[in-house]
């Protein structure tokens, strides 16, 4: 094991797969002589050269579009787009062309490609700048979708799905880019479609994925010290495929479940877990599914305001209480800062 950090983490396993595979190679906005936006390629260009590192212009339809032609000749570009917002402006590539060339042509083509974005609040950028719209694509059949929360998850998933032989979304977390963890030496690429259980408990699932199942594990260890309190953490890791089962059998075990998001709340990825558990562990459950979200606003670019928009680890810890509080259970907390 090493410590590193995500950002580490992601370059290392970048370095890692263009060594090993020489099909493997980058593309996008200033990634370069820039060396990336979050310094995720740092020091590629030098060692790789323009060839398989390149930098493109400002035109995400159309940097997309041509990696999906490479990847169906036979290569593995890894694009990044500077911010899951600027997807938007590809949008047609990715669901119209990626997630359908496969299924479309009989599997004549297979597009082995990785799309890299960040997204999140938290960081002052305004309302464009701030979004997760993961869902979007999480809907596309086609699409397989993941989002690591650890520097050992970047790396695992990030091996996956340059490996992987259909189109994959990699989203990642601004807000996480700093945050350190022991990631393995080994290169053993995870299973995309499997969610994690980070902790196990009785108690309660607490669900979430990117920064909020940081933030899940984070609450449920201080919680344990506080409350003694023996929540379960699930980190979906995958949001397509999801892994319904995992969730369905936590649920099964700890009666009740609070779902945590770090986009809005209407139709949004709660919404999918919590009818997953309704149509797998309806008679188990003790307490309805809570569901903790983002304001349903475009995200302020005042930090007061912003700060007010996010989800924080007090809004969990309340969730947490009024579920327990419903099925019965007495906290020492509650009627505190938490109500």
Known sequence: MTIKTYRQALHDTLRAEMLRDENVFLMGEEIGVFEGSYKITAGLLAEFGD???????IAEEGFTGAAIGAAMLGLRPVVEIMTINFSLLALDQIVNHAAKIYGMFGGQAKVPLVIRTPGGGGQ????????????????????????PSTPADAKALLLAAIRDDDPVLFLENLALYNTKGDVPD??????????????????LTLIGYSR?????????????????????????????????????????KTHAAVVLEDDWLTYGIGAEIAATISDGAFDYLDAPVRRVAMAEVPMPYSKVLESAAMPTNDDVISAI??????????LKKVGQSHD
């Open 51 to 57: 060839k398989r590192v390149k930098d493109t212009p």
């Open 124 to 147: 002052q950028l305004g309302a464009t700048h701030s979004q997760n719209i993961e869902l979007y694509y999480a809907f596309v059949p086609g699409m397989k979708v993941v989002a």
């Open 186 to 203: 080994d290169d053993t690429p995870a299973e995309i479609g499997k969610a994690k259980v980070t902790r196990e408990g009785h108690d």
């Open 212 to 252: 909020m199942a940081y933030i899940a594990k984070n609450v449920a260890d201080a919680l344990s010290e506080s409350e003694g309190l023996d929540i379960e953490v699930i980190d979906l890791m995958s949001l397509r495929p999801l892994d319904r089962q995992t969730l369905i059998d936590s649920v099964k």
């Open 321 to 330: 209480f009024q579920t327990l509080e419903a099925v019965g259970r007495r």
